[in-house]
């Protein structure tokens, strides 16, 4: 039999210390609670391979009320346990996607062989995840299964034989320099070096010479002859990013190299030769630079043969969940751990004003402040502030149905994080139909991409 972690939440307090104590006999590890707000809020911080849960309870003592909370224990299946053991009720809990339904009092047989299907069911819904996940992550290098994300792969698989110059748009932690190294290890340069220099980070007086090399006392250091960064990406491909920061007089040099291919070293007047594929990035407005003076107008025609532009995180639907997990598998390293729902629908919330390159830093941090297996909205909150999270004041005058309305959007939006935006598994997770959920998006503001 699989042992696992059970969170056991039952408010008859013999029973639970005795099911307990029987679980943990049997080599699982056990975590108990006396009603279910206390068992949400366990799950929440330290996560459950399975649930054992009574459906009547305090404060509400009603089985819809046990039932409501299910979708809360998402990914982890649900073992109900009831002294109200009617067949209706039994059905009701099949549609909330509950795994299995035992009556008090329960048999220890029956109990061992349902626990032991349902951590069974919950290895291989987990190990079928993490290869969905892996999936999401193609031969590019590059993670995501939205539109936006296809349509770029699509550009990317087309472009990259050609050889054509190519200029990458879009903002700052989009993934700019990943598209450079698709388009790089797509193309018949692949086995030839690429040489990425960020155009940015150079002082302008020392960009000619990383670019083009120089001679023995050319100026004050130069103690030797250095090949520049063109003559290692000879017969590869050379991406300049951030090329919008480029000086002026280098412009008119770069210009120079990518009409006819030939450059000169910092004192040297006799021209060399390399045949790069030259591929740009910036995130500024080129165009605009021309328009203002800041850019040259022929340089810029002469970068944008062809030109891709990679989407901000707010345009890709359901890629924050999978980014952030697999992000967190790279840091993990030999721990397993795993995102809470809430922490899912927190990301998915969240306006990324920094991008993938955000998310990721993120992600990191929570990985290695999390003490346990799973990184809930806690170790997130903290990763991202500094502080220990607070529980979201509800406005003076907020009315019963505008809070139903926010916890109802939370779930949906977890859910959604979870499934990788598949209304149908969404639908199955929360205990609706899926043309109710689609509904319940529409009226809430939820996208459906």
């Known amino acids: 039999m699989r042992n696992g972690h059970i969170l056991l939440a039952d408010d008859e307090e013999p029973f639970r210390r005795l099911c307990g104590s029987w679980l943990e006999k049997a080599g699982h590890r056990v975590t108990l609670a006396a009603d279910g707000a206390e068992a949400v809020r366990l799950f929440e911080a330290g996560g459950a391979d399975l649930v054992l849960l009574d459906l009547v309870m305090p404060p509400a003592a009603t089985p819809e009320a046990g039932l409501a909370l299910v979708p809360r224990f998402r990914p982890a299946p649900v073992v109900v346990l009831t002294g109200h053991a009617e067949h209706g009720l039994a059905l009701q809990a099949v549609e909330h996607g509950v795994w299995d339904f035992l009556g008090k009092p329960v048999d220890p047989d029956m109990l061992r062989l349902v626990i032991a299907r349902a951590l069974e069911k919950a290895a291989l819904e987990a190990e079928l995840r993490q290869l969905r996940s892996r999936v999401a992550e193609d031969d590019l290098g590059l993670i995501g299964t939205s539109e936006p994300m296809a349509a770029l792969r699509a550009l990317i698989r087309r472009v990259a034989p050609t050889g054509l110059p190519v200029l990458v748009l879009g903002p700052s932690g989009t993934g700019k320099e990943l598209v450079a190294r698709a388009l790089h290890g797509l193309s018949p340069r692949r086995d030839r070096a690429f040489v990425p220099v960020h155009c940015g980070a150079i002082p302008a007086e020392l960009l000619e010479s990383e670019l083009f090399g120089h001679l023995k006392g050319s100026f004050t250091g130069a103690d030797r002859d250095r090949p520049g960064l063109v003559e290692a990406a000879d017969g590869g491909t050379l991406f300049l990013d951030e090329v919008g920061e480029m000086p002026a007089p280098m412009q008119v040099k770069l210009l120079r190299f990518l009409q006819d291919g030939s450059f000169s070293p910092v004192g040297s007047r006799a021209p060399r030769r390399a045949d790069v594929r030259l591929v740009c990035a910036t995130h500024r407005d080129l165009e605009a630079m021309v328009a203002a003076g800041g850019f040259r107008e022929d340089l810029f025609y002469r970068l944008k043969g062809l030109m891709l532009r990679t989407p901000p995180l707010a345009e890709r639907g359901g890629d924050v969940a999978v980014l952030a997990r697999a992000f967190l ?120 991409g």
Do not use: Y
């Open 329 to 448: 598998r790279r840091v993990a390293g030999e721990r397993s751990l795993h995102l809470s729902p809430p922490a899912l629908a927190w990301l998915a919330e969240r306006e990324w004003k920094g991008n993938v390159r955000e998310l990721q830093a993120l992600i990191h941090t929570a990985a290695l402040l999390c003490e346990g297996e799973v990184v809930g909205v806690d170790d997130l909150v903290f990763a991202d502030t500094g502080e220990a999270a607070r529980a979201p004041a509800v406005p003076a005058g907020t009315s019963l149905p505008e809070q139903v309305e926010a916890l109802e959007r939370r779930l949906i939006l977890g859910a959604l994080a979870e499934t990788g935006h598949n209304h149908s598994q969404t639908a199955r997770v929360l205990g609706i139909s899926r043309v109710g959920l689609l509904k319940k998006m529409d009226r809430l503001g939820i996208g459906r």
